[in-house]
């Protein structure tokens, strides 16, 4: 059984809760024997700080267009508006609930919200943008999958059930490993995947990882930031969640245009589980084996920022660098 710690500290907590249970991309990685056959247990807390337990890319990008603020989204000159295919979404979703990887992406952003967009260079994605206070991010969970200019994805990233149609609903999943790309930290020609389960690194400040060029994998203060930016933790997971898709009616209000889906995440055996939780990978490592990340729960009012095993694998959302 393998605790996990809290990304903040080194505490853990005492209340457990068990869980209950790509098509643009340019190679499909295989299963990889890293991690294999492990076992593990879920710690969670009502708590803020409570502790969790369950384990990239030279890029180019365009953004065509930005827009919507965090609480009153203002449509942008030339953005995306969802309007178009609301009618069909309205009938695809119709007497439908929870999750089901058969209803398009499209269906699952907010209607009311004008949505920019950004185009991946590397494989042509398109990918809707959003801007929240002075953050702009992904709206939509990165499907990257071109193991061969980026060996970091090497056996180290799937479509959910190994399906290349649901990569095309909600992104990849990768390892930390893969969403660090962290080949790029390799000092070992001959091992070059030297920075993940395992093993620690030395990290610069912003992690570009797997996003395209201008984008960068999320730090715990910057997650942190969006949750001050939405009205703070204790109800930001209600207002960063999709408004279908989610488990036991845990969908939320998508507020402002996030539009997380519970694409679900991947044991290091193996195993996928979905429809209830969306995992995002930050550009830190707890220690050898956890690297930190933010998770949404369908049970949970505020997300958590946790450290879960680095051979698990997440959803990854970029976030456009600074200015």
Request: charge should be negative.
């Amino acid at each position: 059984m393998f605790l996990f710690a809290a990304c903040g500290d080194d505490s853990s907590s005492t209340k457990v809760a068990e869980p209950v249970d790509d098509p643009s991309s340019s190679s499909i990685a295989v299963e990889t024997p890293d991690g294999e056959e492990s076992s593990s247990s879920v710690i969670q807390s009502d708590n803020e700080g409570s502790s969790s337990n369950i384990d990239s890319l030279n890029s180019s990008s365009s953004i065509s267009e930005e827009s919507s603020s965090s609480k009153v989204p203002e449509p942008a000159e030339g953005a995306t508006s969802s309007s178009s295919v609301e009618q069909n979404c309205s009938a695809i979703l119709k007497g439908k609930s929870g999750w089901s990887w058969d209803v398009p992406k499209e269906c699952r952003f907010n209607p009311d919200i004008t949505y920019g967009t950004m185009t991946d260079s590397r494989d042509g994605q398109t990918y809707k943008i959003i801007k929240i206070g002075n953050q702009t991010w992904m709206a939509e969970n990165l499907n990257y999958a071109d193991s061969t200019n980026t060996p970091s994805l090497l056996e180290r990233s799937w479509c959910y059930n190994k399906k290349p149609e649901n990569c095309a609903v909600g992104g990849r999943l990768y390892t930390w490993a893969a969403a660090i790309d962290s080949v790029k930290f390799a000092t070992d020609a001959d091992n070059p995947q030297d920075c993940g389960y395992g093993k620690t690194c030395t990290l610069p400040t912003t992690v570009q990882g797997i996003c395209p060029d201008g984008w960068h994998l999320p730090t715990q203060a910057e997650w942190e930031t969006l949750f001050t930016e939405v009205g703070g933790q204790s109800m930001a997971s209600d207002i960063l969640k999709s408004l279908t898709g989610w488990y036991s009616n845990g969908s939320g209000t998508d507020d402002v245009g996030f539009s997380a889906i519970p694409a679900g995440f991947r044991y290091n055996n193996g195993h996928f589980i979905d429809s209830q939780y969306a995992y995002f990978w930050c550009a830190s490592e707890y220690d050898s084996l956890q690297a930190h990340d933010m998770d949404l729960d369908y049970f949970y009012k505020s997300p958590k920022l946790f450290s879960f095993e680095k051979n698990y694998a997440f959803s990854v959302r970029c976030l456009k660098d600074d200015p």
